[in-house]
């Protein structure tokens, strides 16, 4: 299926980084989409309808114009950026792209994306929150911190992928109650991601 002229639309929440993502590549793209708003806190993801089109129950889905549907984050956006800038042309590179892909959805995304979760909407106290996920996200700001004392961009020097997946939830870090004024390299970077895409600075 071609993206040229087919309709797509997105199922997202608002507040979640996984769901931005898609957004961010479809706007820098100038993918047209209509987005429909799903709730997680208020269950929407967990209708009989919504779990007809992902019986995963999650948010971000994208569903086109054949009413193919697509879900995991970064599933759609390899989808939606093929053949552009964001892609490495290179194999090699590409691969270091997957890379950091696999490693935001298994280490990171399960770090921040959840501490946030705890703390900002779930507004938990530290006494209920597993006392090894802060310590995991100071571990992957601290890995990421070291590649970005060497490099702009997290693959060859320009903006792809890896940059707006990572992005994401970093951007949002100050909900987990993390600060970023400790990983300076990730500070400078997020505000050049966030110039790069033209979108708000989030701190
Ligand atoms: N690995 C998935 C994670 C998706 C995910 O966890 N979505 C959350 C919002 S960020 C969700 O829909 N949660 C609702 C639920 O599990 O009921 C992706 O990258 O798309």
Not at 26 to 55: I, Q
Request: hydrophobic residues 45%; negative net charge.
């Amino acid at each position: 299926m071609s993206l040229d002229n087919a309709a797509m639309t997105v199922y997202g929440d608002s507040i979640s980084g996984n769901c931005l993502k898609v957004k961010f590549v479809a706007d820098h793209l100038g993918l047209p989409y209509d987005w429909v708003e799903v709730s997680v806190l208020a269950k929407e993801t967990r209708t009989p309808e919504f779990l007809a089109m992902n019986p995963a129950g999650q948010v971000p889905v994208a569903r086109f114009a054949d009413n193919a549907v697509l879900a995991q984050s970064n599933a759609i956006i390899l989808y939606l950026a093929e053949g552009s800038d964001l892609v490495p042309t290179d194999a090699f590179e590409r691969a270091q792209m997957y890379q950091w892909l696999f490693w935001e959805q298994y280490s990171h995304e399960t770090a921040i994306a959840v501490l946030r979760f705890h703390r900002h909407y779930l507004k938990k106290p530290d006494s209920e929150i597993d006392p090894n996920l802060p310590v995991r996200c100071a571990s992957v700001l601290t890995l990421m911190n070291n590649h970005l004392a060497q490099h702009e961009y997290f693959v060859g020097e320009k903006l792809t992928l890896a940059d707006i997946a990572l992005v994401a939830y970093t951007r949002l870090a100050h909900q987990a109650a993390l600060d970023l004024t400790q990983y300076p390299h990730v500070k400078n970077w997020v505000r050049r991601i966030e110039t790069d895409l033209e979108i708000e600075h989030a701190q």
